[in-house]
């Protein structure tokens, strides 16, 4: 294990197919494959994954850890502790990384020592409104908070890598998350002086199947997480704000550009309006929550 450059942490609960297409790129990875590893952890799957994994053992250096449903950012946090590489990498079973893309992540930590790299995630499923609206919030969210690529500020936990010890000395992803962990951890990151760097040749193809309610649930569960990261951050800068003016001022034209030329348009607009909804109603309702937790705590 000490010539293991980078070890794959991937998260899986309950998606044996699509964990499968996962690792069939990663196993088709230009890195050499004595070169990396691949951490799978399974968050309390109702089929345990492990014996589907014996097929894979032979393709790939491959560990497995079980968790007992805690959420992606333990799970991510219980892979980092069983890896044996300098650097983590981080992707999700509905994921596919191109074939270069364990290089490419390799090359830009090395070319920048103690950043946490981020790399390109695209939308697989063309064809089907709900994830490509999904991924054209994230190209949003990217075109933002990325446009100088050496000084980014967010980047998503399906597409990520970093020092692996940086990553521990800073307490991995938090928990208490169970959505919005990657802009936490990308937050406090920066809060201790490393750069985010943003890796566009460092790809992934997204798989994310959804219909409307999917959609919502999502979207619903990312407002919740946002009032979470706004009271971590708060809390961490003294009252800092987590809005900015700038993305909703500038949103509806940044939209406009990335939905030009598209298929379904009517339909992106149509969902774009329910995920500002939905965001909303999260937001408020985790609002609620922890008003009626301090209420009780105080009775």
Known sequence: ?????????????????????????????????????VIVVDDGSREPVAPRLEAWRSRLPMSDVRTTGAGPAAARNAGSGAAGGAYLAFTDDDCVPAPGWLHALLAALRRT??????????????????PEASQLIADVAYDYYNADPQNARFFSSNNLACDAGAFRGLGGFDPAFRTSEDRDLCDRWRASGRALVFAPDALVGHAHRMGLAGFIRQHVGYGRGAYRFMRAHRARAAGGSTL????????????????????????LWALLLVW????????CLEWGAKRAARQAVSA
Do not use: K
């Open 1 to 37: 294990m000490s010539q293991v450059a980078i070890s794959v942490v991937v998260p899986t609960r309950d998606r044996a197919e699509s964990l499968d297409t996962c690792l069939t790129a990663l196993a088709a990875q230009s890195l050499e494959a004595g070169r990396f590893e």
């Open 113 to 130: 020592p103690g950043a946490l790299v981020g790399g390109r995630t695209v939308n697989l499923l063309t064809g089907n409104p709900a």
């Open 244 to 267: 900015e003016s700038g993305f909703y001022t500038g949103l509806l034209p940044r939209i406009a550009r990335l939905v030009r030329g598209r298929r379904n348009q009517p339909a």
């Open 276 to 283: 500002q909804l939905a965001n909303t109603a999260g937001f």
